[in-house]
Nanobody, 115 residues
Framework: QVQLVESGGGLVQPGGSLRLSCAAS????????MGWYRQAPGKQRELVAR???????SYVDSVEGRFTISRDNAKKTVDLQMNALKPDDTAVYYC?????????WGQGTQVTVSS
């Protein structure tokens, strides 16, 4: 059974940091491209950061330099370190694993940036 379980969300003040983690099981994690998406109320889901199965990374412009995605194939986890958080970062964050036609999603974790 495929599972992606996110953790680490919460309430943080502007300028603060959070680290999201996603634990994967039920598929060959190391060969999958992994990503973090987010969806704010009334907006479409957007790709925030992606890390390929070879370790290459990419980010949406709005988080470049503030967020860092990483993966640990031995632990089957993918993390998103979020620094200098802004109110516009408020959203539900989803972990995603993709390979060809296979597309897996976690249940999401809420991140709220507010004073």
């Amino acid at each position: 059974q495929v599972q992606l379980v996110e953790s680490g969300g919460g309430l943080v003040q502007p300028g603060g940091s959070l680290r999201l983690s996603c634990a994967a099981s039920g598929f060959t994690f190391s060969i999958y491209h992994m990503g973090w998406y987010r969806q704010a109320p009334g907006k479409q889901r957007e790709l925030v950061a992606r890390i390929g199965n070879g370790g290459s990374t990419s980010y949406v412009d709005s988080v470049e330099g503030r967020f860092t995605i990483s993966r640990d194939n031995a632990k089957k986890t993918v993390d998103l370190q979020m620094n200098a958080l802004k109110p516009d970062d408020t959203a539900v964050y989803y972990c995603n694993g993709m390979l060809g036609s296979k597309d897996y999603w976690g249940q999401g974790t809420q991140v709220t940036v507010s004073s």
